[in-house]
């Protein structure tokens, strides 16, 4: 018999997740790619590319592993080219930068591919097929996504968007991907109340009195 579950990807995201670690992330990662835009201006457009993807990756790090320190969330240290984790709950948390709609570019890392191992444990969440297999998770990946512009000619100073991202234990698709801006309303949403479905019931004559004031 297949195993029930209330928990999706969206409710482990909330549970593990405090709301002031989200938005201390969205707000460093902007920080950061404005930084590191200020810091490429004035090199040649031949270099200007480059340059600016270079600083975004250290830059955006650095804010991403201020914000992780401020939240107490576990940072890695800060070391050359390596990517910054963090833990809150079951999640270890970490994050990279696409050009707007290059999501496959995340597989690039080997590092992330097989950090997503281990989001196994909750692929059954959006493949009912494999209720009979889920077994709460001690440890799951999410990944803090900003997609820039392809051209430094449209708003190449911040993020097109940032999303919160869930990968399969390939890192070949999402089990779950949204804006930040609307995940971040999920915290505001109150769980819609439960019908108590046992209600008792008074028996047919039960409260009813007789004539002589007696109940019946």
Known sequence: MAMQTQDTIASLLLKNIPREIVMGIEEALFAGAQRAYA?????????????VGQLRHFH??????????????????IRGN??????????????????????????????????????????PLVQPELFEDYVPPSVAVAFFVASFSRSLH???????????????????????R??????????EQKPAA?????????????GKQGKDGTSQ
Request: glycine share 6%.
């Open 39 to 51: 810091a490429a201006r004035g090199m040649d457009d031949g270099h200007l590319p480059h340059v």
């Open 60 to 77: 955006m790090n650095e804010s991403f592993h201020r914000a992780l320190t401020v939240s107490e969330a576990s940072p890695s240290p």
């Open 82 to 123: 390596g990517i910054v984790i963090g833990r809150t709950g079951v999640f270890t948390l970490a994050r990279f930068n696409i050009p707007d709609g290059f999501w496959i570019n995340g597989r690039r890392s080997c590092t992330r591919r097989q950090m997503s191992v281990a989001n196994k444990a909750i692929e």
């Open 154 to 176: 449209i708003k190449p100073e911040v993020p097109v968007s940032i999303q919160i991202a869930v990968p399969d234990r390939y890192m070949r698709g999402w089990l779950f």
């Open 178 to 187: 949204e804006q930040m801006d609307t995940f971040l309303q999920r915290y």
């Open 194 to 206: 439960q019908d108590d479905l046992a209600m008792p019931k008074l028996k047919k004559n039960i």
